[in-house]
């Protein structure tokens, strides 16, 4: 059974930072490209970034390039989302997924960004 577990959510202040966990189980994590979602409440869900299998530089939205960066460690079976310079607008449940289907997407983990 595939199973994706995001973790490391929070509130944080505006320009402040979080980094998200996800651990992946059920399958051969590193044959596959893994990405980030989120979902603000009443919004559709939004791609957020992805990254190959054997790692190095990720692909992201325009909306959080340059303050976010996704990474992995396939021996830990586990993908990362290092968010800098938080905004309001970053507030939503951010999911990782397998490739960038939505519908592999597991538990989710909160990111509040407010004052």
């Known amino acids: 059974e595939v199973q994706l577990q995001a973790c490391g959510g929070g509130e944080v202040q505006p320009g402040g930072s979080l980094r998200l966990s996800c651990a992946a189980s059920?399958?051969?994590?590193?044959?596959?490209?893994m990405s980030w979602f989120r979902q603000a409440p009443g919004e559709k869900p939004e791609w957020v970034s992805s990254?190959?299998?054997?790692?190095?530089?990720?692909i992201y939205a325009d909306s959080v390039k340059g303050r976010f960066t996704t990474s992995r460690d396939n021996a830990k079976n586990t993908l990362y989302l290092q968010m800098d310079s938080l905004k309001p607008d970053d507030t939503a449940v951010y999911y990782c997924?397998?490739?960038?289907?939505?519908?592999?997407r597991g538990q989710g983990t909160l990111v509040t960004v407010s004052s």
């Open positions: 997924t397998r490739q960038s289907d939505f519908g592999s």
């Open positions: 059920g399958f051969a994590f590193s044959d596959y490209t």
């Open positions: 990254i190959g299998r054997a790692g190095g530089a990720g």
